[in-house]
């Protein structure tokens, strides 16, 4: 299996409600998270339906977009925010394929540029391969003794 792009999420930590952020997004994300976590009073994670979905610059770059265009209320809480950030998911590869391949992903420094005009931070997840064993197990039935009968 070789290594694989996954997705880029939006993650936004506050103290306080990322509700109007959401609202302000509406239905050009597909909301993962939005509320309290054990250790984040309010969580926003978010996948956006625009760029291509092959191409973390093109995704952060959607992101990006919206997040310029939110109103100076919804900028209020973005800046606000103790954490905002992308964080670009990837799949690692595992070395039973033939030969193994690097997965080469970049950012442009004009989006770079964006990202840092938000005060956002970019974030790399290397998810393990799930492995799918290509033998069944087997598990061994016990059979109940028979009663005897008198």
Request: charge should be neutral; charged fraction near 30%; glycine fraction near 4%.
């Amino acid at each position: 299996m070789l290594p694989e792009f996954l997705n880029v999420d939006l993650e936004l930590e506050s103290n306080q409600s990322l509700e109007l952020i959401a609202k302000e997004f509406g239905d050009k994300v597909h909301i993962l998270h939005n509320g309290p976590l054990p250790d984040v009073p309010n969580l926003l994670a978010v996948e956006v339906y625009a760029g291509d979905d092959q191409d973390p610059d093109s995704i952060i770059n959607a992101f990006c977009d919206l997040i310029e265009d939110l109103s100076p209320k919804a900028k209020a809480v973005w800046k606000k925010a103790a954490a905002r950030r992308f964080d670009i998911g990837i799949e690692s590869g595992t070395s039973e394929s033939k030969r193994y391949k690097a997965l080469c992903l970049s950012l442009s420094p004009a989006t770079l540029k964006r990202v840092t005009a938000l005060s956002a931070e970019v974030l790399i997840t290397v998810y393990a391969p799930e492995i799918v064993s290509a033998k069944p197990v087997k598990t061994p039935i016990k059979k109940k003794a028979k009663a005897k009968k008198k």
